[in-house]
C-alpha cells in the first residue's frame, strides 16, 4: 500500500489531538508502520493546531508535503481554508460547518471568508460537511465533537469498523468510552 | 511490546529503562513533557528546577554522588546552564550524566534559532542525534554507557520534530538502578587552576579516544546503494533524506561529536557527487570542508527554517507533488490572550498609561500583539528588569516612563538578580510581577512559589513580596489586576516614585480555576458600538454591524470588558 497521509487541523482546544491518537491506534491495530507529528505549546491559546498522521509499510519522515494529503479533517472552516492546498487530488476533505474567528476578524481588520464550502466542494469531488457540535450533542456532550468527526471520516476510509472500535476501547477512558462511541457512530451514520 | 511514543516520552522511557535515578528540568518548549514523563516514573526522583543553571547542578552533583542523572532543557536554556556544563566537562562523572537539548528549528515556540551542536564542540562533550523515538529511547541507554566509559558529560541533542512526533518504540523490562559509591576525590572534582591545567591535558586524551569510538559505532552507518548521488545527514533530516531520494547513499550520522572523519572520507570516496544536508547552522558541512572535501550544503539548502522532503527535492531540481491550488490568503491565528487570563487587564493599563514596557518570556509577551500593543523589548527569560534599569541609566528621563514586566516563574528564573542589581546601583524602576501561581505558556507547570513539586505534592512557597523586600525594595505592593481602576492608580504612583518598587498583580492563570459561572453580556440598546471592549483584545467579545457580542460560551467572568465600557452596556448574568 502507498503511505497514507492525514491532515488534522482545527483551533487550540478542539481535541484535534485525541482524535489523532485515535486514528493512530486504528493504523497500528492494521499492522501499519505510524508516525504522528503535533505541535504543542501553544495549543491552549487559542492558535491554529495541526497533527499530521502519516501510516503505511515504512513511513520516513512524519510530515505531509502540500499536495499529499489523502485526508483533510478540518474542525474549523477557516483552518479548512489554511490548509486545503494540502490536499492531493482526488483526496477527501471532512470538514466541520463550525466558524470560530481568529483575532483579526473580531475587531473587523480582517473579514472571514465567505463561501469557504461552497468553493472547497468545487474543488474536491470528494468533500463531506457536518454540524458536528450538533451531533455530539445530541448524543449528550459537546466534548466529543472530536469523535462525531472521526465517525465522519470513518466512513470514508477503508478499515473495519471494529478496528475503530477496538481503536477507542484502548485509547479513551473507561467512563468516556460510551459517549464517544455514540458520538463515533452519529459521524459514521449521518 | 511495541508503543507509539513522541521522541520525549522515549527519552522519559530511556531514563526508565536505563537506570537513572535523578532527572531534572527547568520546563521549555519543545523538551517540556521529557520530565513531565519521567515524573511518571516513582523510581526516579524527578524536580522542577528554578532554571536550567540549577537544573543542571542538580544533576551534576547527582553524577558525582554516583546515580544515573539526566537533565534536560530547551535550546536557549542551555545558554543559562552552559557555566557549570563547561566545567563539568573537565570533572567529568561518576555515574553517567546526560543533558537532553531540545532545539526548535523554525521557532514553533522560541526567541531563537541556534544549533545547540555547536555546545558539544565547544564543551568538549560527545553527542548523539536521534532521528526518530525509538533512537531516541536506545540512545539514552549508549549516551549515559559512554559517559561512563569516558568519565564524560554526553549530549543527547534533540529537535521539535523529533520531540513532537509519535514512532513506534519496542518497550524493554528496565535494568537494575544503582547507584554507584561516592568517593571523595577533590583534584577531579575541584577544578581550581591547578588541577584544572591537569585535566585540560586529560580531555585532549579523552577526545583521542572518542574519535575512534565515533568511527567504529553503528551509529555512525553508511547505507550503501546508488553511488551517483550520497547524503551525510543526521537527525530529522535523515528522514527527509530517505523520502526525497530513496535510491541515494547516505551516510547517517547518529553519534555526531567528535564527527568520524575517516567515515566520512570513506563515504566521500564512494559517491560521486556528495551533500549534506543537515537544519540550521552548516555544523557538519563546516568540518567536511575543513577535511578538504568538496561537499555541497548550505550553498544549496536553506540555512534558517526547518528542512522538508519538498525543500530537498526542490533544491535538487527533482519534481515536487506542490499544493493543489494557491494557499489561500487566511487570516492567521496567532495565540492570544485567553478569556480571563489575569494579564490582560495589566497590559490594557500599561497601554492606556502609555508606558515603555521593557517585557520578558511567557504567556504575558502576548501582550505585545494588537490591540493591547504593550511591551517594547523581549530579549530572554529575567532580561526585563535590567533593562528598564538599563534605560534609566541611558536616559534618567526614561525612569519616569518605564516598567518591566515579568512572571512569577520567569522572576524567580532569572529575575531576582536583576532586581537587587535595581537596588544596588541606586536605580529607581518600577517592576510589575504577573503573578498567575503557575508557570503557564509552557503548560501549566509548578515552582517554587506554587506550592507545589513536579508530582503535585506539597512544597514550602517561595514568599514573593518578602523575597522583593529582602532584596532591598521597600515600595512592594500586591493588586488583584481585576480591580483595574486600582491597578491603574498604583503604576501611575509608582513609576512617578524615585526609588525602585515592585507591585505583584496577582491572580490565578484562568485555567487553573474552576469558572464559577458568572459571565457577562452586552446590552445592544446600551452598546454604541464605540468598540473600547475590543481594545482589550479578549476571543470572546467580537464586533458587527456597529455593536459588541459576548460570546457565552467562551466568557469566563473576568469583568475587565465591564470596567472599560463608558455606557454601562455591559452586564452581569448570573448562571
Ligand atoms: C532560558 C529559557 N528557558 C525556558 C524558556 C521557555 N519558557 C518561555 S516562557 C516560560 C515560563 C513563563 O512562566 P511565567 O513567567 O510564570 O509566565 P506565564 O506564562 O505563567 O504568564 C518558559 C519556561 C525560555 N524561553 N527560555
Redesign the interface.
Known sequence: MKNMNMLLVGVGGQGTILASKIIAEVAMLEGHDVKMSEIHGMAQRGGSVVTQVRMGEKVYSPLIEEGEADFIVAFEMLEAWRWSHYLTSGGTMVVNEQKIEPMSVLTGQREYPAEILETLAERSAKMYTLDAPALAREVGNLRATNTVLLGALARHMDIPLSTWERAMHNTIPDRFLDLNLRAFAAGYER | M?A?LTGNEAVARGAYEFGVSVATAYPG??S?EILENVAQYPEIRSQWSPNEKVAMEVAIGASVAGARALTAMKHVGVNVAADPLFTASYAGVNGGFLLVSADDPGM??SQNEQDNRYYAKFAKIPMLEPA?SQEAKDFVGLALEVSEQFDVPVMLRMT??IC?????VELMDPQAREVKPYKKDARKYVMMPGNAKVKRVELEKRFAALREYSESTPLNAIEWQDREIGFITSG?SY??V??AVPQASVLKIGFSWPIPDAKIREFAAGVKQLYVVEETEPYLEEHIQAMGIPVIGKSLFPIAGEM???IIRKALGLS?????????D?????????PGCPHRGVFYALNQLRLHVTGDIG?YT?GA???LNAMDTTICMGASIPMALGFEKANPELAEKTVAVIGDSTFLHSGVTGLMDVVYNHGTSTVLILDNDITA???HQENPSTGKTIDRKPAPRVDIPALCAAVGVKRVFTVDPFDMAALRELIKQEVAVREPSVIIAKRPCA?IIRHDGTIYRIDHDKCVGCKMC?RV?C?A????NKKSTINAALCVGCGVCAQVCKFGAILKEEQ
Open positions: 511495541k507509539l518548549t519543545p517540556t514553533h515556540s526518530d521539535t520534530r513532537h512526533s509519535k514512532t513506534l530529522i528522514q527527509y530517505k523520502e522538508s522532503v519538498s515536487v507533488t506542490g499544493p493543489s491550488h494557491p494557499a489561500e487566511t487570516p492567521v491565528r496567532p495565540p492570544v490572550l485567553c504567556c502576548l500583539l494588537p490591540p505558556m509552557t503548560g485555567l475590543m483584545g476571543p467579545i467580537s464586533h458587527a
